[in-house]
Nanobody
Framework: QVQLVESGGGLVQPGGSLRLSCVAS????????MAWYRQAPGKERELVAT???????DYVDSVNGRFTISRDDAKNTVYLQMNSLKPEDTAVYYC????????????WGQGTQVTVSS
């Protein structure tokens, strides 16, 4: 069974940085698309960034140029480096995995809170 465990959330001032990590287990990591989503209070969950082996990472416009998604297949880990954080980035951030040739094989992490406030 696939499990995803996020870490790295917290409270940061506007303009600051955080790095989220998501460690996956129970899967052949290189067979999976990985992504970060976020959900702010009262809003729908939105896709933030995706990464697939051999493909260019993709970002929602609101974070492009500030966030960087990366993966280390040797460590079964995906990262989200978040720079120049804004209050509107405040949300619960979720790690997501999906097998490239079996879309129904998808898993969510438990989420990690990111709060951007002075």
């Amino acid at each position: 069974q696939v499990q995803l465990v996020e870490s790295g959330g917290g409270l940061v001032q506007p303009g600051g940085s955080l790095r989220l990590s998501c460690v996956a287990s129970g899967l052949v990591f290189s067979f999976y698309h990985m992504a970060w989503y976020r959900q702010a209070p009262g809003k729908e969950r939105e896709l933030v960034a995706t990464i697939t082996p051999g493909a260019t990472p993709d970002y929602v416009d609101s974070v492009n140029g500030r966030f960087t998604i990366s993966r280390d297949d040797a460590k079964n880990t995906v990262y989200l480096q978040m720079n120049s954080l804004k209050p509107e980035d405040t949300a619960v951030y979720y790690c997501y995995s999906q097998k490239w040739n079996r879309p129904e094989d998808e898993t969510w992490g438990q989420g990690t809170q990111v709060t951007v406030s002075s």
